[in-house]
């Protein structure tokens, strides 16, 4: 009876495991949801340079994209971060809305990371990073970025023979240089910014190590960096380097102004340099250059570039989510080398720096080393927090009290300080 028991005993548990079997496989959905904007399925499933093909292949499951506009995007993640449980498994997530609080809604990356870790984590630029990291924990994978960059129209440089600049002092001083009036009539000025936006003053602040609030949440708009920048964009408008209609000026605007040569130098996104260069649209295709922002001569030992403002969109995982294994190894492939470099090919901002070093990437992009040096020392022009958008909305209207001479330069940036600072975290 013994001997019978047994095998029939071996026998139950050969039919059990072959019934578990299917039901192993059902545990694996058969799709996983990413929510994202557009740009971002477009940079990852370019026809023939998929960075996801593999892995669906090798897993046998499937990618389904929602893509929706970036405030949509984040109206629905936060609704489906509220509930018990949510269908998406990877979110893409714009670091201005990374604030702590978040967090809780968020997978904890640690424990992936160790136990199945993103090859060579330490290749993606630390400031994208910690701008993920709340309490030494790591809550997102940054996947793509834009960046700030000097571009300069090296037609107009070379016509009134002046080098490119290589400090912030010259930059200073090219700009006047640059601002005059064609035969035709037609004024030149030397340097544009956006004049509705906080972000690229910052980037000019920058120059000197300024902000307008620091990563530890200070207040920094009285301090040197921000004080030489507004100063600087004040002297700029009292003295027509900058046009008369300066406050009501879009980035849309200033791409324009410097496609038609009526702009000389401006700082935005370093990927501003394919409109300014295309052909069909710009009629200074092939004169615009693109560097990084020179920093000014008292910091040159610190710096070898501005560190001027860098933003991403990181990969994140929902609390909530169903398949946070599953998900996390299609992050850390997305994430990986040969991924990275795929992804900027099809037009992705990269977030690895030995991406920046590939023959295939120096030769996309002339400014690649550049924009490597940015992506180095940069940070994020001003780090989350509930209240930012008012922030911003403040320190833009005292800036445009300063430039245009309403208020003293001073003033104005200490009542910025005044106004922001109850706003803060505490």
Avoid at 159 to 169: A, Q, R, S, W
Avoid at 350 to 368: C, G, I
Wanted: glycine share 6%; aromatic share 8%.
């Amino acid at each position: 009876m013994t001997g019978t028991a047994t095998k029939l005993g071996l026998m139950a548990s050969a039919l059990a495991m072959t019934l578990a079997a299917p039901a192993i496989a059902q545990d694996k959905p058969e799709n996983l949801t990413i929510i994202a904007h557009r740009v971002h399925q477009t940079v990852a499933t370019a026809e023939g340079n998929d960075i996801t093909a593999n892995w669906q292949a090798e897993n046998g499951v499937g990618i389904e994209w929602v893509t929706l506009d970036t405030g949509a995007l984040h109206e629905r993640l936060f609704r489906e971060l509220q509930l018990p449980e949510t269908t998406i498994d990877i979110a893409f997530f714009l670091n201005t809305h990374a604030v702590e609080s978040v967090t809780t809604l968020l997978e904890p990356l640690n424990a992936h990371q160790a136990a199945n870790p993103v090859e060579d984590i330490e290749d993606i630029f630390p400031g994208l990073r910690d701008a993920m990291t709340f309490n030494d924990e790591l809550y997102g994978i940054p996947f793509r970025h834009a960046s700030s960059c000097f571009h300069y129209n090296a037609r107009l440089l070379e016509e009134k023979g002046i080098e490119p600049p290589e400090t912030m002092e010259e930059l200073i001083e090219a700009a006047r240089a640059l601002t005059f009036e064609r035969d035709d009539g037609t004024k030149v000025h030397g340097f544009l910014i956006n004049g509705l936006g906080y972000a690229n003053t910052v980037d000019l602040a920058r120059a000197w190590n300024g902000d307008f609030i620091t990563l530890d949440y200070e207040v920094a708009t009285t301090g040197e960096g921000m004080m030489n920048a507004v100063q600087m964009l004040r002297d700029f408008y009292e003295e027509g380097v900058m046009p008369r209609n300066w406050a009501a000026i879009q980035d849309e605007e200033v791409n324009t102004w410097m496609q038609t040569g009526r702009a000389a130098m401006t700082t935005t996104s370093c990927g501003r340099n394919r409109i300014y260069n295309d052909p069909e649209k710009s009629e200074e295709a092939g004169n615009i250059k693109t560097v990084a922002l020179p920093v000014a001569a008292a910091f040159k030992d610190q710096f070898d570039v501005a560190p001027a403002k860098v933003e991403f969109w990181t990969m994140v995982i929902p609390a909530n989510s169903q398949n946070k294994d599953l998900a996390w190894d299609l992050v850390r492939t997305m994430a990986s080398k040969e991924s990275t470099l795929m992804a900027a090919l099809n037009g992705n901002g990269p977030v690895r720096a030995s991406t920046y070093d590939s023959p295939e990437m120096q030769e996309k992009l002339a400014y690649a080393a550049d924009e490597k040096a940015v992506l180095l020392v940069g940070r994020v022009p001003l780090p989350p927090f509930d209240n930012a958008a008012k922030a911003s909305d403040i320190f833009v209207e005292e800036l445009q009290a300063a430039v245009l001479g309403m208020k003293p330069v001073a003033d104005a940036m200490e009542s910025v300080k005044t106004r922001v600072e109850p706003l803060l975290p505490q």
